[in-house]
Structure formats: structure tokens, C-alpha cells
């Protein structure tokens, strides 16, 4: 089943480009480790949120963006090889002394595929969502999913994935739990859309708000606390 190692990190604005030049300097490494895809996403458009949203879950100031980032594995066997080896690479080492951004804000997690649909293909544009969701109704979360990814491929998403929170550990300053004030009974979902150009997915989420399909009772996850936001592509190999 696929892995997925997320991050959300608040990265200066002015550091797009040597952000990018990072990323793309470690995927030979991650590669390596087992990683069948990388994807580092930026901010296009983050809204700020009553309860939650990314800028607080990073503590993001004024001049830093949003990046929603992860690592695909082919399960969570690989990821946890991968992890072991990367303690012992020394180019790790030299990876933490160049990094562009704040990695004590930066949170990460690992998740478990809970529903990974739709065939992928050029993406142009990227949904990233974070949400809490009682860990007893996991199953009730599953079956909204699978209604919910109709629709969504209906209107042009390329990939609909949701990932359960299975390795999210806690930080100091920031971490996943924190990001969408999960309590002791819920688990944190790692979840993102594919589409194929920020147009497609606008005209998408124009009819999914007026969609009745889209209107459950009683949802596994808190709407409230959902952190979301809109990427660009700034790596995908």
C-alpha cells in the first residue's frame, strides 16, 4: 500500500528559487532510499481560517509562503528503510546546514493510502488539506471518500488521495496534531487533488460547492479545523 511522507513548510519568499535548487539536488538521494515520487508544491492561495489554517500551522510570517510537500513509497516497510538510511547518509548532514527555510517550524509526518484514486497524468495544480477525523469512524471516512471522488473526477481531478495519519509525531513548536487541533480520539489525514491547470480546478470547485452530492450530516471529519489551500508545482519527479 502507498506511503507518503508529508511536510508543510514556511519558506521566505525570496528563497523560491534555492528552495527549489534544494529539492531538486536531493531527489537522486531519495530516489536511492526507495521514493517512487516527490513533490514539492507552493503557495498560490492560502486563506487564512477562523480556527486553523497553514500559516498558523507552520507559525508562517509575513514574508514566507506555504510549502505543501511529500514523498511517495511503495509502503511503509520501504519508508521506514529509507528513514534508517538517511540518519546514516552524511549528505543529510549537509542537506540540514543549507536549508533555505526554518526546518524547526517545518512539520512532517508519515500516512497510510486510505484512498488513492483517479490515474494521475500532467499535473498543474495542487489541493493540499490537512483534517482531523475520528479514528473510530475510519471506516464511515473511507465510504465518504469513495462517494466524494465521483465527483471530484466528474469535474476533472486527475488523483483524489487521502492518507491516514499512521507515524505523526509530536513537536516542539509545531506538528501535524497541532495544525488542525486534533484530541486524543482523532487522526490527522493527509490528503491532496490533482488537476491538470489551477483553471480546471477552479471551474471544479465552483460546481462542487453547489453540488448536493457534497452535503453530508454527521462527517468523520471536523470541516471546521480542516486546513486547506492551493500549490503550484515547484517539483514533481
Known amino acids: 500500500m502507498t506511503y507518503f ?3 508543510v513548510a514556511a519558506v521566505p519568499t525570496a528563497n523560491k528559487q534555492a528552495y527549489k535548487d534544494f529539492g531538486s539536488a536531493s531527489v537522486e538521494m531519495f530516489k536511492s532510499f526507495g521514493a517512487t515520487r516527490l513533490v514539492d508544491a507552493w503557495e498560490d492561495d492560502v486563506m487564512g481560517g477562523e480556527v486553523t489554517d497553514f500559516r498558523r500551522a507552520v507559525q508562517a510570517k509575513p514574508d514566507e509562503v506555504i510549502v505543501f510537500s511529500w514523498q511517495e513509497f511503495p509502503s511503509r516497510a520501504v519508508a521506514d528503510a529509507a528513514s534508517a538510511r538517511m540518519m546514516d547518509d552524511p549528505r543529510m548532514a549537509e542537506m540540514g546546514s543549507t536549508m533555505p527555510f526554518d526546518g524547526a517550524r517545518m512539520i512532517y509526518g508519515g500516512f497510510e493510502a486510505l484512498y488513492d484514486h483517479g490515474a494521475g497524468g500532467k499535473t498543474g495544480y495542487f489541493d493540499g488539506s490537512l483534517l482531523p477525523v475520528k479514528t473510530a469512524r475510519k471506516d464511515d471516512y473511507l465510504a465518504q471518500l469513495k462517494r466524494q471522488a465521483v465527483i471530484f473526477e466528474e469535474l476533472g ?3 483524489f488521495v487521502d492518507a491516514w ?3 505523526v509525531p509530536d513537536g516542539t513548536l509545531t506538528d501535524f496534531k497541532k495544525a488542525v487541533n ?3 480520539d482523532e487522526t490527522v489525514v493527509f490528503s ?5 491547470s489551477k483553471a480546471a480546478r477552479d471551474a471544479a470547485w465552483e460546481k462542487v460547492m453547489n453540488d448536493p452530492r457534497m452535503m453530508e450530516d454527521n462527517s468523520p471529519g471536523d470541516e471546521h479545523r480542516r486546513v486547506f489551500g492551493g500549490f503550484t508545482p515547484l517539483l514533481d519527479v
Do not use: K, Q, S, V
Open 157 to 159: 481531478a486527475l488523483r
Open 165 to 167: 495519519g499512521d507515524n
Open 5 to 7: 511522507a508529508g511536510f
Open 182 to 184: 486534533a484530541t486524543a
Open 192 to 196: 491532496f487533488l490533482e488537476w491538470p
